[in-house]
């Protein structure tokens, strides 16, 4: 007799409930085959029937007894179904099927049984903030006062800058020929024009090594066919020596996080760099778990990553703070001022924190930048993406990032310095599937650009969204070869089509940047036109400044 | 009807006349029947546009000085001369005028144009020629051009013809301005001269002979038409070598659709690849880059299966002390092999009947798979089957000698592994007759007298030399030491442990007591007996005292949760006695026990039986630590290597612990004789009870009399071949090996790895792992 214990985990605990056709079944394994959780498992049931008929040779009983097989759920704390889908995908019957619970129960029994936080990836589920983004429209058409611009035909210039942009006092020029030349040894710091779309920082160890290198191609081809200047931030897990030894090394954004991985291999390979890298990026923080610092779960820290980390087989977490760190000003000194000097002063070199009540004074500190060394300003919101988090992290912590990107551009503006340091912002950009749409506004916000990194993902395939489904990154089992570094898993990574699709929905969304600036009759970045926006909701408008419309 | 020519002055009393009244004059003289218009404009616009005569006779327009848009909306019909250049728009939307401009054209010349034509006969602005187009019931539209023109013209073009002829133009860096055909989806433009930054949508392509035709005999018209014939002879170079001229023509719709860039493939190995020298991870891991299905077989499936028959101990053996495997006995009575399966037990204890017929607990009925399901099974009579299997006694076949001292169950098990494997043992035992606690102690209620005889007896026939009455001295023990080449201590424990309490004295010891009653002695206990301990000891003499009858009232105390087995502590309290805990005695009197706590138990007599520890006497102190306890390793071996120490002398446990002890023992004997390294003892995993598949068992089915059948089988293949039948890929098959052995082996070529043959293997034989 099997004991039921009403205390133990139910399926009907469990967050998605596979449903299963034992009569569409035959039984051909591919579901099981192909699930990377162990959420499904052959098994055996028993059937009995019992039949009893009263005819002319009297009261007639006969017994019907047999064991088949079947697909069933696992019910386990640990191995769980996501709701994935790839069951539903493999079967040739449609005989497996997988529907939410809607019970939100899981959490409560998964921490009651291991006493264990909720760890998982993705990005927020809740959905409480709504889109502040969608409430806004790009309403400022250019209607018989301005020519309109044609988004297909026309050309656009839609670079915007990474680096420190001082201030036109302390612009010296000569007048030569009748031409303004810069002043010689005026040690101007480094500027550079890029692409406002910037593939956000995923590491080596979150990602798989195929998920990684599709991206770092995606961004070579977008820069040397397609001739769009994006740029791709490594994320902090180590980068591999031969591509910091390449002249590929010129699209990478390179971080230094808390933990500093990899870093001693990036010293060694300085002398053999053919390019500098495209800039230098500090992560204080980010979006999906503000105050929280990397973690990588020690089933993803597999041999590669310990040895381009240089860390033994453990979970990792990195500080939540840089640990020599403990004000702005020393940031700034330690930080910024080492970057330079290591890659001497040829280099931008930017800060991201995650969004937070605090952002505007940093920015304002940072505007203060005496030495010229700040580069860039990356702000994170909260519906960024991540691939390892306490889900009360992703849930409850954080700052939307809407808001926040336009006090600290009105921040700079009020001291008419606007621009000087570029802000970045990033934290569910695209997260509604257009991308365009959220870069625009954020640009006509102030941002001088956006970061992505969860859309890429689910560019590449990623089966998870934010209404609970898969957000298995943290355990290494991504069923699509994206967040894994089981060698099995990631096989099924088509490095080419990945970064194919990357390409593409890049191009598709620079065309439909074009479509936004042509009607706004920009052939330029709007940054801070926030005239070009209006806004159906009245809170928001007041909020951000730009005109109520309804 | 050709009318009088009119002539149009549009300075008027010199006011300028203006488009509205001059558009005015002109519909009033066409519709007087005038044809020729003399207009000498003053800017007005429009002129020429969209006028026809009512007998579809020609219009013809000169005019100098026009203001925007002459001759837009022109129809068919309509020629028009302008003298000098004309400002933007010239010909918009033309659809059939013949508009003739003497110098420059304005912006947007020919915007629009479906039909006719339009000769210019010096330079257009910027976007001329944009969204020309051709409509097929009409002649497509014609611009024609002798300079050059300004930057995105022909934008958006879906049809018709332009010839741009860069007449003193030669030195410009682009004759089509920049951006040039932006969009251009249709219609041919003919360029003499340079062309920088022309469009994606179009293809520069060389003249062909058609083209040529169509130039000269155009050019004709056009130079004729502008009264410039003499550049005709400059503009008509068509040398392949030296000619200036090109076409423009828009690309398909299908050219369009192809992406004339290099594929990611192709930029990954030939750029990527080749700059980089492989992947940029290839110093750190191989990967092939090519991309898998989500099922698999071979090296690529996710997880793969193995039979791992007999890799896992089923709950019987795995809980089993001794290990004894009585899944396995289980299999052989299923295959008939009835002796082979009473036999085997022997070679893993001397007592199947006695320990594990009668006073073993049976922890292997305890975590029974088939307990899970309704009942265990029945090892009892299992064991008690085996009682009167005969050994036939083997030769000894070394020269080294073995001494054990103790005949209990230890000794006894370790002489009976060892004198089976052809070594000379002795045994030396203190009592009369060996078999330790099963002979002294036990109350025959627990194991029958006849029993245990017939095992002692069976142990006797092998041969081993024994001393009974012979308590091991100081002395003897030395010459044991030097004479014997190995010596195992097992003389179990003896010494009951009394606590110092105050008026212990009034204790009696449970293990004297028990031997006592055995042997016939009665105490007179009273009406009131508190026991001082609950293990399985303690309830031993709970039974005792029952058994010496006048008692009625029993207590067993501990200190702690009695570590005795539920089913001892049931029998003890089916009895009538009462178990409390936790008590600690403070003092014992005459009256009774006194607790730490307060409480008073009333007791006419107090049996203390808390455990009884071996006595070392013979030995010297270096066998022993501070506390005098035996010192030893984790092959069981004292700090003189040729000496073992096994059973209650190391710890107390149960019968099942001492008979395991003097099994492994007896394997380090051996290797310590045989100079070979010795080995802690190895235990297999139990099978995880989630492997066993109690659905293919119909539950409580008493008419199944045979034991056998009932026996899941836990970890230990029956051979049913269902992992074969029901493999999906076909990927198990069946290997015969020597001695009726056989072997379920998957093939990777063909295997998924789904897991079917582990998920529905009744045994859990198949294991599914994943694949590293």
Redesign the interface.
Known sequence: ?T?VNINSISKDDLPWIVEYDSEKC?????C???C?FDAI??????RKKVRAISNEEGFQIDED?K?I?VIRQVIDANNFCRGCG?CT??CPNGAIKITRNRTEIFGTRYRAKTSQSVKRGGRSNLHTEGRTLDKIKVGRISQMTDPSL?A????FDLRTNLGRVVSPDNLNFDIENGELKEKPNQNLPVNTSIYPIMFSDMSIGALS??MW?AI???T??LN???GIPIRMATGEGGI????LK???LKYMILQIASGHFGWNRIINAMPYMQEDPAGILIKIGQGAKPGDGGLLMAEKNVK?IQ??RGVPKADLLSPPNHQGLYSIEESVQKMFLSMNCAFKFKVPVAIKVAASSTSVSVYNNLLRDPYNIVGGFFIDGLQGGTGAAHEISLNHTGHPIVSKLRDCYLAAVHQGKQGQIPIFAGGGIGMNGNLAADTFKMICLGANGVFIGKLILQIAGCVGNDFGKCNGCNTGRCPVGITTQ????????????V??NI?NYICATDIELKKLLAPVGNSTLPIGRSDALVCVDRNVANRLDIQYVC | MNKEKLVINTIENENRVSTQNLMQQIWDAISDGCTEFDINACGQHNIGGSVWSKDGSDLNFYIKNPGQRVGAMGAKGTNIYVEGSAPADTGWLNSGAKIVVNGDSGDTTGHCAASGKIYIGGNVGTRSGALMKKDPKFPAPELWVLGSTGSFSFEFMGGGIAVICGLDCEDMPSVLGDRACVGMVGGIVYVRGNIKNLSDDVFLLDLDENDIEFLKTGLKTCLTELKKEEYYDKLCNFEPATTPWHKIVAKTYEERQKQNNISLKTFRVNKWMEEIGGSIFSDLITDDFQSHDLVQTGDARLRKPSWKNYAYSAPCEYNCPIKIPTQKRFSMLRAGKIKEALELVLDYSPFPASVCGQVCPNLCLNHCSRGNFDEPLDVKMLGSLSKDIKIEPVEITHNEKIAIIGSGVAGISAAWQLRRKGYYVEMYESADKIGGKLSQVIPEERLHKEILETELERFKSIGVKIHTSTKVTPKLFKEIESNFDAVIIAIGGHNPVVIPFEGYERLIKGLNFLKDAKNGKKYNLGEKVVVIGAGNAAMDVITEVYKQGGVKEVTAIDIREPSAFEKEIKAAEKLGAKIMYPCFTQKITEKGVYLKDGRFLEADSVIISVGDRPIFDFLNKDYLDEKSRIQFNEFMQTQNEKVFVIGDAIKPGLFTNAIADGKHVSDNVIKFLSHETLTPVKEKDLIPSKRIKSEYYECYNSNCDNEQNRCMSCGYCRDCGLCKQSCPQNAISRIEKENGKYEYISDPNKCIGCGICAGLCPCGIWEIEWCQ
Do not use: F
């Not at chain 1, 498992?41 to 028993?46: A, F, G, L, Y």
């Not at chain 1, 297909?152 to 050309?155: G, Q």
């Open positions: 007799m004991k035959m039984l051909c394994g591919h099981v085959a192909a990377s498992k052959v098994d055996v049931q028993k007894q064991a097989p790839i995908k493999v044609d297909l035909r026309h050309t090594p195929r290198e770092a191609i995606a070579a081809y040397e066919v397609k591999p020596d031969k591509l390449s002249k590929y590669l040895e381009i089981n060698p099995k898993l990631m096989q099924r990574l088509d490095v080419d089509r970064a194919e390409v």
